[in-house]
Nanobody, 117 residues
Framework: QVQLVESGGGLVQPGGSLTLSCAAS??????MAWYRQASGKQRELVAS???????NYADSVKGRFTISGDNAKNTVSLQMNNLKSEDTAVYYC?????????????WGQGTQVTVSS
């Protein structure tokens, strides 16, 4: 059974930094990512990383956020720097688990990030 445990959310002032972490278990994973959903808005991709190390970022976070994955530990982290009020959202860990040569999507429970003075 695939399980995701997220940590690292909280309240931070504009310009500050936070690191989100997600530990996955129960399978191998071909891709791991972070999504976010602000109040009243659709969930959007923030950043993703494949098991091969390829990364992808939303334009709004390029240069400020860094995603990193550890295949051996099945963890993915999101280092967020120079945070802005518009980064306020619930952040979700997302993985594609490889089970019997097929990919299955799983979501974490979400962690709140609030950027405010």
């Amino acid at each position: 059974q695939v399980q995701l445990v997220e940590s690292g959310g909280g309240l931070v002032q504009p310009g500050g930094s936070l690191t989100l972490s997600c530990a996955a278990s129960g399978s191998s994973f071909s891709s791991m990512a972070w999504y976010r959903q602000a109040s009243g808005k659709q969930r959007e991709l923030v950043a993703s990383v494949t098991s091969a190390g390829s990364t992808n970022y939303a334009d709004s976070v390029k240069g400020r956020f860094t995603i990193s994955g550890d295949n051996a530990k099945n963890t993915v982290s999101l280092q967020m720097n120079n945070l802005k009020s518009e980064d306020t959202a619930v952040y979700y860990c997302y993985v594609i688990a490889v089970i019997r040569d097929m990919g299955f999507q799983f979501w974490g429970q979400g962690t709140q990030v609030t950027v405010s003075s």
